[in-house]
Nanobody
Framework: VQLQASGGGLAQAGGSLRLSCAASGHTFSDYGMAWFRQAPGKEREFVSF????????YYADSVKGRFTISRDNAKNTMYLQMNSVKPEDTAVYYCARRGLLDSYSRREYDYDKWGQGTQVTVSS
């Protein structure tokens, strides 16, 4: 099983970025998926979750209304559209596969596979 995150880079405050997470080695549509992030000197934190069908989505309060999670099961890919980015969004962003259950969780230990991370830097 592999999760490959990409799309990070440098953006100005107020700008946009789109992250992708390409999955392989498993049946992508069988699993809920999430994005987490880790800023320098801070613990990794939950960003957003999407159910395996893509019908339900959940967000951290800090990104609600600015970020949109989505997935294309035919392409085995999940996305995070980041709009109106802020300097505090600067972090390494990780995609993760929800283990066993399709239910929403913010806890890292409920995710059994992780991508390598992609760096997002927002300048003021």
């Amino acid at each position: 099983v592999q999760l490959q995150a990409s799309g990070g880079g440098l953006a100005q405050a107020g700008g946009s970025l789109r992250l992708s997470c390409a999955a392989s080695g498993h049946t992508f549509s069988d699993y809920g998926m999430a994005w987490f992030r880790q800023a320098p000197g801070k613990e990794r934190e939950f960003v957003s979750f999407i159910t395996r069908s893509g019908v339900r989505t959940y967000y951290a309060d800090s990104v609600k209304g600015r970020f949109t999670i989505s997935r294309d099961n035919a392409k085995n890919t999940m996305y995070l559209q980041m709009n109106s980015v802020k300097p505090e969004d600067t972090a390494v962003y990780y995609c993760a596969r929800r283990g066993l259950l399709d239910s929403y969780s913010r806890r890292e230990y409920d995710y059994d596979k992780w991508g390598q991370g992609t760096q997002v830097t927002v300048s003021s």
